[in-house]
């Protein structure tokens, strides 16, 4: 993994020219590593896993068609996300009302209350707004360390912790809100 | 003993909180191999980017282009698809919903002369087209239906895909296929390779009675789909002119200002603020310089604090004034901004406001917020007119919801009142338009949606006999000569000129079909204003109209210039 890692970093340069001369095989390898994460995260702030998909496709077609004003390639990444969490954001602004996350999931525990547990904690995660649903979405599925989440969303750290915070607390009503209902 | 469930009578604590959340939301988000494989197939068959130029700016220079290439790929999401991939666009939907849209808002579509009988253009000779290929297999992953064969009642080439306003005017405007290229129009004889919205996928669509899926396809596997459309032969092929042939076309000239458009008579450009035409690169809330005759568009950074940066509260209206001041309304303040310099002033009105509009001690919280039933969270009423705001000489005038006086705001940022009369006090849910002009103020009367005509001190001095249609009562100052009358939105297309003494002096009919909606109505331009020459240009939403008000607000709106008399 830390072999690929590194070779995929070693090969970032080479994949970004490439992929402005339009080579379609270098951008595959240049986001494949991100799909998996990009996916889930489109999800999970979209609202669905098609919403996501939907996000996806327009965050590549961009990255396809602005990768020429990437200026650093080892920005890549952090650009590509940019990409994501922006089409992701459009896709649940305008969608709002779809909610469809994935029930079917076996976590943690099977019984009937767990299971209308989860169903409250998807309703009160689908009531938070696009930028609380980004923190945590970068947070927890795309597992961003603090300091990449402060460049990624332009803040300090020690504003990306408050951002966590206050999205945390608002979920936190509103699951408790759904308990009472 | 049973465990508890992760979130039941034993809360947890914070840092448990915040596990249990993260624990789901892998869990949630993961995807499956199949989703990340077409998600690769996807990458593969993307366009090339030689051939494909995404979007045409008539006016707008390349700077701008580029500037804007990020709010590009926002807007591909906002307006519903105008890439070159496949993408499912629904413009019309059951019967009954035209007949819905028809009765509020007659569509210049509509034509009672009997039309001939035409049969349908042959799609025998497009069959080993690329594109005809590409409308029976779109690469649409998650909306893979491919595998089946859907028969086809009729084919056509169009020399240039702007051409399907005239031969498929059932879709009204798309931005999406205003493109300089021949394209392919296959109509589909039953159910289409179309994911069904309402159905398990994947399922295939299949259309209301008496309607077809349509799929326009460019070079390339990149066609777009359309639900239920409406298709006469004659149009498709040709051979008879549609009623759309000949109506200007709206000329999309930006995207991404939010709310408002204000037309600056003084510098001849037009001021927009929201989120800017970076937006989605930059969440700081801008205000925008257009000038039409270059085409330049410049913007500036408003102050960033939690109010401006919040995603769900957008800025509302947007006036210029007499000093050369820019004045924009936001659910907290109101803002005077000095584009000489780029600096800004600001005065939070729920500060120095004494009461509520019901006599109340002063609210932490101002008093146009409105409730969450719409939106499943709280949102502002600063952009739908509920708040409007109108220069004044160099002064700016604000109407408030739930407040029995306009507040008038001096170039030093002095706040008075100006009382008015209780039926012309909005709630927030009523439509507020607002302007100044010929030292008149003119005010939406919610009760009958008629404007009231006020002195400056607020008194009544007339009432319009027109009345502004449901929805859109927005106002426009529109100078004609030395005269400064109101132009009254009263419909989608249509619009009324009132003078001081609220006299109808003219009515004005843009036949621009306007884009559908989801629910297959006409999309309304929900802002109006006019420039020297008398054109209107419209402030036009790209989020279905069937979307509540929030959506609308915050998705990427487009700034059209509609010329009446080409």
């Given at each position: 993994?830390?072999e690929?890692?590194?070779e995929?970093q070693s090969?970032?340069?080479?994949l970004?020219?490439?992929?402005r001369?339009g080579?379609r095989?270098a951008?595959c390898r240049l986001v494949r590593p991100?799909?998996s994460?990009?996916?889930?995260?489109?999800g999970v702030?979209?609202?669905?896993?098609?919403?996501?998909?939907d996000a996806?496709?327009n965050?590549?077609?961009?990255?396809?068609q602005?990768i020429?004003?990437?200026?650093?390639p080892?920005?890549?990444?952090?650009w590509?996300r940019r990409l994501v969490?922006?089409a992701?954001?459009?896709?649940?602004?305008?969608?709002?009302?779809?909610l469809e996350?994935?029930l079917?999931?076996?976590?943690?525990?099977?019984?009937?209350e767990?299971?209308?547990?989860?169903?409250?904690?998807?309703?009160?995660?689908?009531?938070?707004?696009?930028?609380?649903?980004?923190?945590?979405a970068l947070?927890h599925?795309?597992?961003l360390?603090?300091?990449?989440m402060a460049?990624?969303l332009?803040?300090?750290?020690?504003t990306?912790?408050s951002?966590?915070?206050?999205?945390?607390?608002?979920?936190r009503?509103?699951?408790?809100?759904e308990?009472?209902? | 003993?049973?465990?508890p469930?992760?979130m039941?009578e034993n809360k947890?604590a914070a840092?448990?909180f915040?596990m249990?959340?993260?624990?789901?939301?892998k869990a949630t988000?993961?995807?499956?191999s199949d989703?990340?494989a077409a998600l690769?197939?996807f990458?593969?068959?993307?366009p090339?980017?030689?051939?494909?130029p995404r979007f045409?700016m008539?006016?707008?220079?390349r700077?701008a282009?580029?500037?804007?290439a990020v709010?590009?790929?926002?807007a591909v999401?906002?307006?519903?698809g105008?890439t070159?991939?496949s993408r499912?666009?629904a413009p019309a939907?059951?019967p009954s919903?035209?007949?819905?849209?028809?009765s509020s808002?007659p569509?210049?579509?509509?034509?009672?002369t009997?039309?001939?009988?035409?049969?349908?253009p042959d799609p025998?000779p497009?069959?080993?087209?690329?594109r005809?290929?590409?409308?029976q297999n779109p690469?649409l992953p998650?909306?893979?239906?491919?595998?089946g064969?859907f028969?086809?009642?009729?084919?056509?080439?169009l020399?240039?895909?702007r051409?399907?306003?005239q031969r498929?005017p059932?879709l009204g405007?798309?931005?999406s296929?205003?493109?300089?290229?021949?394209?392919?129009?296959?109509v589909?004889a039953g159910?289409?390779?179309v994911?069904d919205?309402a159905?398990?996928?994947p399922?295939?669509?299949?259309?209301d009675?008496g309607l077809y899926d349509v799929?326009?396809a460019?070079n390339?596997?990149?066609?777009?789909?359309?639900?239920?459309?409406?298709?006469?032969w004659?149009?498709?092929?040709g051979?008879?002119s549609s009623?759309?042939a000949?109506?200007?076309?709206?000329k999309?000239?930006?995207?991404?200002?939010?709310?408002?458009?204000?037309w600056d008579?003084?510098r001849?450009v037009?001021w927009?603020?929201?989120?800017g035409?970076?937006?989605?690169s930059?969440?700081?809330?801008?205000?925008v310089?257009?000038?039409p005759?270059?085409g330049?568009i410049?913007e500036?950074?408003?102050?960033?604090?939690?109010d401006l940066?919040?995603?769900?509260?957008t800025?509302g209206?947007?006036?210029?004034?007499?000093a050369g001041m820019?004045?924009i309304s936001?659910?907290e303040r109101?803002i005077?901004?000095?584009p000489?310099?780029g600096?800004?002033?600001?005065v939070?009105?729920?500060?120095v406001?004494?009461?509520?509009?019901?006599g109340s001690s002063?609210?932490p919280?101002?008093?146009y917020l409105?409730g969450?039933s719409?939106?499943?969270?709280?949102?502002?009423?600063?952009?739908l007119g509920f708040?409007?705001?109108?220069t004044?000489g160099?002064?700016?005038?604000?109407?408030r919801?739930d407040?029995?006086?306009?507040?008038?705001i001096g170039?030093?940022?002095?706040?008075t009142?100006?009382?008015?009369?209780?039926?012309l006090?909005?709630?927030a849910?009523d439509?507020?338009?607002l302007?100044v002009?010929g030292?008149?103020i003119?005010?939406?009367?919610p009760?009958d949606?008629?404007?009231?005509?006020?002195?400056?001190?607020?008194?009544?001095?007339?009432?319009?006999?027109a009345a502004?249609?449901?929805?859109?009562?927005r106002l426009?100052?529109?100078?004609?000569?030395s005269?400064?009358?109101?132009?009254?939105?009263?419909?989608n297309t249509?619009?009324t000129?009132?003078?001081?003494?609220?006299?109808?002096?003219?009515?004005?009919?843009v036949?621009?079909?306007f884009?559908r909606?989801d629910d297959?109505?006409?999309?309304p331009p929900?802002?109006i204003?006019?420039?020297w020459n008398?054109?209107?240009?419209?402030?036009?939403?790209?989020?279905?109209?069937?979307?509540?008000?929030?959506?609308?607000?915050?998705?990427?709106?487009l700034v059209v210039?509609?010329d009446?008399?080409?």
């Amino acid at each position: 993994m830390l072999e690929r890692t590194i070779e995929y970093q070693s090969e970032l340069g080479s994949l970004v020219a490439a992929s402005r001369d339009g080579d379609r095989d270098a951008f595959c390898r240049l986001v494949r590593p991100h799909l998996s994460a990009a996916l889930a995260t489109a999800g999970v702030i979209a609202g669905s896993h098609a919403d996501g998909a939907d996000a996806m496709q327009n965050a590549l077609l961009a990255a396809w068609q602005d990768i020429g004003t990437l200026r650093e390639p080892d920005a890549f990444p952090a650009w590509f996300r940019r990409l994501v969490v922006r089409a992701a954001v459009d896709v649940a602004r305008r969608r709002r009302h779809v909610l469809e996350l994935n029930l079917a999931i076996e976590w943690p525990g099977t019984d009937l209350e767990d299971l209308l547990d989860r169903r409250r904690l998807r309703r009160a995660f689908n009531r938070l707004a696009p930028k609380d649903r980004v923190v945590l979405a970068l947070r927890h599925v795309w597992d961003l360390p603090g300091a990449e989440m402060a460049i990624q969303l332009g803040v300090p750290e020690g504003t990306v912790k408050s951002r966590v915070h206050a999205a945390l607390r608002r979920l936190r009503a509103a699951y408790e809100a759904e308990d009472r209902r | 003993m049973k465990e508890p469930g992760p979130m039941s009578e034993n809360k947890p604590a914070a840092d448990q909180f915040d596990m249990l959340v993260g624990g789901w939301l892998k869990a949630t988000g993961a995807p499956d191999s199949d989703e990340l494989a077409a998600l690769e197939t996807f990458v593969r068959a993307l366009p090339d980017r030689r051939r494909a130029p995404r979007f045409r700016m008539p006016g707008v220079p390349r700077f701008a282009l580029a500037a804007g290439a990020v709010v590009l790929a926002s807007a591909v999401a906002a307006t519903g698809g105008f890439t070159l991939y496949s993408r499912i666009i629904a413009p019309a939907t059951s019967p009954s919903a035209h007949s819905s849209a028809s009765s509020s808002a007659p569509s210049p579509v509509v034509d009672a002369t009997p039309l001939p009988v035409v049969a349908p253009p042959d799609p025998a000779p497009f069959v080993n087209d690329e594109r005809y290929k590409a409308c029976q297999n779109p690469s649409l992953p998650q909306n893979d239906v491919s595998g089946g064969s859907f028969p086809v009642i009729a084919a056509v080439e169009l020399a240039d895909e702007r051409q399907y306003r005239q031969r498929l005017p059932d879709l009204g405007y798309v931005p999406s296929l205003e493109q300089p290229y021949q394209a392919l129009v296959v109509v589909y004889a039953g159910r289409s390779p179309v994911r069904d919205d309402a159905a398990p996928q994947p399922t295939s669509h299949q259309p209301d009675s008496g309607l077809y899926d349509v799929c326009i396809a460019l070079n390339g596997p990149s066609p777009q789909l359309f639900h239920n459309v409406s298709v006469y032969w004659g149009y498709l092929d040709g051979s008879v002119s549609s009623p759309t042939a000949g109506q200007p076309a709206p000329k999309v000239l930006a995207f991404g200002c939010a709310t408002d458009i204000a037309w600056d008579a003084a510098r001849r450009v037009f001021w927009c603020a929201g989120h800017g035409l970076n937006a989605t690169s930059n969440p700081t809330q801008m205000v925008v310089r257009y000038d039409p005759a270059s085409g330049a568009i410049r913007e500036w950074p408003l102050p960033v604090d939690d109010d401006l940066t919040s995603t769900q509260q957008t800025v509302g209206h947007v006036r210029a004034d007499s000093a050369g001041m820019v004045w924009i309304s936001h659910p907290e303040r109101v803002i005077r901004f000095d584009p000489g310099t780029g600096k800004s002033q600001s005065v939070r009105l729920s500060d120095v406001s004494p009461t509520n509009g019901d006599g109340s001690s002063p609210s932490p919280e101002p008093t146009y917020l409105i409730g969450n039933s719409v939106c499943d969270s709280p949102w502002f009423s600063s952009a739908l007119g509920f708040r409007a705001i109108a220069t004044d000489g160099d002064t700016a005038v604000v109407a408030r919801v739930d407040t029995p006086y306009l507040t008038r705001i001096g170039p030093d940022m002095a706040v008075t009142q100006i009382p008015i009369e209780s039926s012309l006090v909005a709630t927030a849910s009523d439509q507020q338009g607002l302007e100044v002009a010929g030292g008149l103020i003119y005010l939406t009367r919610p009760s009958d949606s008629r404007i009231a005509i006020l002195s400056p001190d607020g008194s009544v001095v007339a009432v319009s006999t027109a009345a502004s249609a449901e929805g859109h009562s927005r106002l426009d100052v529109r100078p004609r000569g030395s005269s400064s009358d109101v132009v009254v939105w009263t419909g989608n297309t249509n619009a009324t000129e009132i003078d001081g003494a609220g006299t109808t002096v003219d009515e004005i009919v843009v036949a621009v079909n306007f884009p559908r909606a989801d629910d297959g109505q006409q999309q309304p331009p929900y802002d109006i204003a006019s420039d020297w020459n008398g054109h209107y240009w419209y402030l036009m939403g790209t989020s279905p109209v069937n979307i509540p008000f929030c959506d609308a607000v915050l998705g990427m709106n487009l700034v059209v210039e509609i010329d009446p008399a080409p």
